[in-house]
């Protein structure tokens, strides 16, 4: 399994989301370039960036800094965000991004989406699912930065993009996210369960190393996490199996 740090860019600032409240802001850095260069030396491979203010109203404010981060070689991005049209993701793609990340406009314009994996390919894509769990424990899907709440479940929605040739899906527990309260291993469990031919990345409530070993035994093929990195809860050393390219003790 592999850990992707996160990046969330909110007007050119890394910052944090407590359950995806906009009003629940943490900035980390006014230089998110010092948080790329961070997560470099603890031996990450891949990083997850995140434009919210593509999220939240389709604006690609951050645009500028994500095309430069995609100009470090030594760094693989998947890049997710207001990414609401194919000319989008093509552009994004070009500009030396491995893998685009689509969230709301899978869940409200599927076969839109997967008209796009006939000119995209579709190990280039990562479905973003986010979900708030119903009164009966169903995953039930989030749109427009998790603002809204769609009528769609998780399950329905990941059968129609295994069809169609989908490799990669981000699920998100949104009640988790930025709680470091520990992630929905149920959920994830439960997912690999159900679709084991899919690499699932897990991503909401990492808080401990336990947290990164329990989620390899789910079986998920990566785990997204921002603010336990940022905020130093897991050393290096225990970071360590899980970074591909961490070959010797870094500094925190």
Same mark, same amino acid.
């Given at each position: 399994m592999e850990l992707i740090p996160a990046i969330d860019l909110k007007d050119g600032r890394c910052v944090r989301?407590?359950? /995806?409240? @906009?009003?629940?802001?943490?900035?980390? +850095?006014?230089? &998110?370039?010092?948080i790329l260069a961070r997560?470099?030396?603890? !031996?990450?491979?891949?990083?997850?960036?995140?434009?919210?203010? !593509?999220?939240?109203? !389709? *604006?690609q404010a951050n645009r500028d800094v994500i095309v430069k981060f995609a100009g470090d070689c030594s760094l693989k991005l998947q890049v997710g965000g207001g990414l609401r049209s194919l000319e989008r993701v093509k552009a994004l793609l070009d500009a030396g991004v491995e893998r685009a990340v689509? /969230? %709301?406009?899978?869940?409200?314009? &599927?076969?839109?989406v997967i008209?796009?994996? %006939?000119?995209?390919? &579709?190990?280039?894509?990562?479905?973003?699912?986010?979900?708030r769990l119903d009164d009966s424990g169903l995953p039930?899907?989030?749109?427009?930065?998790?603002?809204?709440? +769609? %009528?769609?479940?998780l399950w329905s929605l990941v059968e129609r993009f295994v069809r169609s040739g989908i490799a990669h899906?981000?699920?998100?527990?949104?009640?988790?996210?930025?709680?470091?309260? !520990?992630?929905?291993?149920e959920l994830y469990a439960d997912a690999?369960?159900? @679709? &084991?031919?899919?690499?699932?990345?897990? %991503? /909401?409530?990492?808080? *401990?190393?336990?947290?990164l070993h329990a989620l390899r035994e789910c079986g998920v093929a990566a785990v997204i996490s921002g603010?336990?990195?940022?905020?130093?809860?897991?050393? +290096?050393?225990?970071l360590r199996p899980f970074l591909p390219n961490a070959s010797s003790p870094v500094s925190m």
């Open positions: 989301l407590f359950k /995806g409240d @906009f009003a629940a802001e943490t900035v980390y +850095s006014n230089d &998110p370039a010092e997560y470099r030396a603890f !031996g990450a491979r891949r990083i997850h960036v995140v434009d919210l203010d !593509g999220a939240k109203d !389709g *604006t689509i /969230g %709301s406009v899978a869940i409200n314009s &599927p076969d839109v008209s796009w994996l %006939s000119e995209v390919d &579709p190990a280039r894509i990562v479905l973003a699912l986010d979900v039930m899907l989030t749109t427009h930065g998790w603002q809204q709440t +769609s %009528s769609v479940n899906v981000l699920c998100t527990d949104v009640a988790r996210d930025g709680a470091l309260t !520990g992630p929905n291993f690999v369960r159900r @679709f &084991p031919e899919l690499q699932w990345q897990a %991503s /909401g409530g990492v808080a *401990t190393a336990h947290d603010k336990a990195l940022l905020e130093n809860k897991i050393s +290096s050393e225990e």
